[in-house]
T-cell receptor, first 116, second 115 residues
Framework: GAGVSQSPSNKVTEKGKDVELRCDPI?????LYWYRQSLGQGLEFLIY????????KSGLPSDRFSAERTGGSVSTLTIQRTQQEDSAVYLC??????????????FGSGTQLSVL | AQKITQTQPGMFVQEKEAVTLDCTYD???????LFWYKQPSSGEMIFLIY??????QNATEGRYSLNFQKARKSANLVISASQLGDSAMYFC????????????FGQGTRLTINP
């Protein structure tokens, strides 16, 4: 696709429910990242994929959070038993994985998650 | 410890004035890269400018320039001749080390341009 696509754009759920957030990266981008942005805050790194493997998942806040990537393309971030503190914008980004320090990330528009 | 510190939560400037957004960073790795992104109210993250730790000259991209002071570990973004469309959140970010991929972001500065 032309850009990074995320769905849904908005998700409202009840506390305790599971949610799945989807990211479709730019075609050909090997690297994929998930970030979380709480209201008025900076971006908090969650997990990074290189192809289908996740060499860095150090930012996942608890075992309720998991992510997978299949076919080196689409990724799904799953949050189980959602809590109110999970409410945030979840941003996905992708990049070519050139190994160069100046490689920039291309971001999607995010999924606004609201846990009631 | 914070890797990226942006000390200005909000900035207000008059249209056409220049503005400097502060960013300091913390790393012991000699190889790193610094990025600035803009996030308008629509939410998308827009890449503005990049500075590498080994770059000899300050980076420039149109109206954006980076005041890179390596010894002070600062990488301030300068926007010349500000425009109303520059109103947005601005984030400084760092990638450190060889082979590292993720960017670590600061808390951001909200810039408001007044007419």
């Amino acid at each position: 696709g032309a850009g990074v696509s995320q769905s849904p754009s908005n998700k409202v759920t009840e506390k305790g429910k599971d949610v799945e957030l989807r990211c479709d990266p730019i075609s050909g981008h090997t690297a994929l990242y998930w970030y979380r942005q709480s209201l008025g805050q900076g971006l908090e790194f969650l997990i990074y994929f290189q192809g289908n493997s996740a060499p860095d998942k150090s930012g996942l806040p608890s075992d309720r959070f998991s992510a997978e990537r299949t076919g080196g393309s689409v990724s799904t971030l799953t949050i189980q038993r959602t809590q109110q503190e999970d409410s945030a914008v979840y941003l996905c980004a992708s990049s070519l994985l050139t190994g160069l320090r100046n490689e920039k990330l291309f971001f999607g528009s995010g999924t606004q998650l609201s846990v009631l | 410890a914070q890797k990226i510190t942006q000390t200005q939560p909000g900035m207000f400037v008059q249209e056409k004035e220049a503005v400097t957004l502060d960013c300091t960073y913390d790393t012991s790795d000699p190889s790193y890269g610094l990025f600035w992104y803009k996030q308008p109210s629509s939410g998308e993250m827009i890449f503005l400018i990049y500075q590498g730790s080994y770059d000899q000259q300050n980076a420039t991209e149109g109206r954006y320039s980076l005041n890179f002071q390596k010894a002070r570990k600062s990488a301030n973004l300068v926007i010349s001749a500000s425009q109303l469309g520059d109103s947005a959140m601005y984030f400084c970010a760092m990638r450190e080390g060889r082979g590292a991929q993720k960017l670590v972001f600061g808390q951001g500065t909200r810039l408001t341009i007044n007419p």
